[in-house]
T-cell receptor, first 114, second 111 residues
């Protein structure tokens, strides 16, 4: 399968714990996006990378959230000191930079904070 | 990015064409219309996009009005597997540009 993959698919954690999610983009896609989706809502943008550079961060991305893409390939999203309000689906998308950029999404990581 | 307006839900009989409307009256000349769909518990799936001409691919057709203030996504022969939330998004594509999702239209295909 050459699509976007995310790991884990599901995560249950207790409030206050740290969690880390991984996203593997489509090979050679140089842009990578993170979104968050809560129940009944459309996805909301969190941040994006072009290669290894993080070029934009949403106000939704509080200080407890950090994202990296160290070698311009896979990316990680870490949430520190999780809160119940962090419960959501975390989606990753990748794209090839160009005039008609199209983002392709992974299956998402569903986080439940107890 | 321009705001879009979609009906909250629609029903369609299996085998019939599903026509999903989208209003984007404030669209700018350099903004494209994109459609994604999201089947329950999956990530959004790209369907089609266009600027001003009608577009067709293996999944759907996109009809954009001449003034570009509205568009319609057409699924020519809807199946039960097409039941999903359909999002219409307008965006400039030259930049690393986030997608701004609205609430979308819940399409229910019924047998």
């Amino acid at each position: 399968d050459t699509g976007v993959s995310q790991d884990p698919r599901h995560k249950i954690t207790k409030r206050g714990q740290n969690v880390t999610f991984r996203c593997d983009p489509i090979s050679e896609h140089n842009r990578l996006y993170w979104y968050r989706q809560t129940l009944g809502q459309g996805p909301e943008f969190l941040t994006y990378f072009q290669n290894e550079a993080q070029l934009e961060k949403s106000r939704l991305l509080s200080d407890r959230f950090s994202a990296e893409r160290p070698k311009g390939s896979f990316s990680t999203l870490e949430i520190q000191r999780t809160e119940q309000g962090d419960s959501a689906m975390y989606l990753c998308a990748s794209a090839l930079r160009g005039a008609l950029e199209t983002q392709y999404f992974g299956p998402g990581t569903r986080l439940l904070v107890l | 990015d321009a705001k879009t307006t979609q009906p909250p839900s629609m029903d369609c009989a299996e085998g019939r064409a599903a026509n999903l409307p989208c209003n984007h009256s404030t669209i700018s000349g350099n903004e494209y219309v994109y459609w994604y769909r999201q089947i329950h518990s999956q990530g959004p799936q790209y369907i089609i996009h266009g600027l001003k001409n009608n577009e067709t691919n293996e999944m759907a057709s996109l009809i954009i009005t001449e003034d570009r203030k509205s568009s319609t996504l057409i699924l020519p022969h809807a199946t039960l597997r097409d039941t999903a939330v359909y999002y219409c998004i307008v965006r400039v594509t030259e930049y690393g540009n986030k997608l701004v999702f609205g609430a979308g239209t819940i399409l229910r295909v019924k047998s």
